[in-house]
């Protein structure tokens, strides 16, 4: 089945870890996007890629890191910098940036011990 | 100013009974809309598109207003399953070339 995985679905860090979720997608899509999502809250765009080999900050880039050394994949590093981690984590793609829409993966929750 | 806004509700409405969301954007470069539905904690699912024309799917109805910059959701014969927050979004190619969402308005149908 064409899709977006995410994994794990649920992570527990210790403070001061460094974390890696994982995004991988089989839609062929160029674009991918990291949200986060906070209780009671809309999504907040952390970093987008446009195509292999690039991405930018989205709005709330601080404490995070990305790489897209694949077409498929896309995965997250959550910091120690990132002071308040706990959050419903989601990864997007779509064809292209900005006019189609995107295709979600189903979530990894973040917390904190 | 938020570039997405959504009234969050909760909007309780009985089984049957007909409700409609409007969502604002800012951006009058925005160049594609969509509705979207997330249910309680699960990932957002494309809903429908929506076209300057409207556009129809079964129950739900979707409408674009470029003048005052405005969308629309009309849902008919609402069901318990309709129950979830559906999200606004926006997206503007030369805008940061990225999807914009609302923060969502939560729908409540009950028996």
């Known amino acids: 089945d064409g899709g977006i995985t995410q994994s794990p679905k649920y992570l527990f860090r210790k403070e001061g870890q460094n974390v890696t979720l994982s995004c991988e997608q089989n839609?062929?899509?160029?674009?991918m996007y990291w949200y986060r999502q906070d209780p009671g809250q809309g999504l907040r765009l952390i970093y987008y890629?446009?195509?292999?080999?690039?991405?930018q900050k989205g709005d709330i880039a601080e404490g995070y890191s990305v790489s897209r050394e694949k077409k498929e994949s896309f995965p997250l590093t959550v910091t120690s910098a990132q002071k308040n981690p706990t959050a419903f984590y989601l990864c997007a793609s779509s064809i292209s940036m900005g006019g189609t829409e995107a295709f979600f993966g189903q979530g990894t929750r973040l917390t904190v011990v | 100013r938020k570039e997405v806004e959504q009234d969050p509700g909760p909007f309780n409405v009985p089984e049957g009974a007909t409700v409609a969301f409007n969502c604002t954007y800012s951006?009058?470069?925005?160049?594609?809309f969509f509705w979207y539905r997330q249910d309680c904690r699960k990932e957002p699912k494309l809903l429908m598109s929506v076209y300057s024309s409207g556009n129809e799917d079964g129950r739900f109805t979707a409408q674009l207003n470029r003048a005052s910059q405005y969308i629309s959701l009309l849902i008919r014969d609402s069901k318990l399953s309709d129950s979830a927050t559906y999200l606004c979004?926006?997206?503007?190619?030369?805008?940061?070339?990225?999807?914009?969402f609302g923060a969502g308005t939560i729908l409540r149908v009950k028996s």
């Open positions: 890629s446009q195509i292999v080999n690039d991405f």
């Open positions: 839609l062929n899509h160029d674009a």
């Open positions: 979004v926006v997206g503007n190619r030369e805008y940061g070339n990225k999807l914009v």
């Open positions: 951006n009058s470069a925005s160049q594609s």
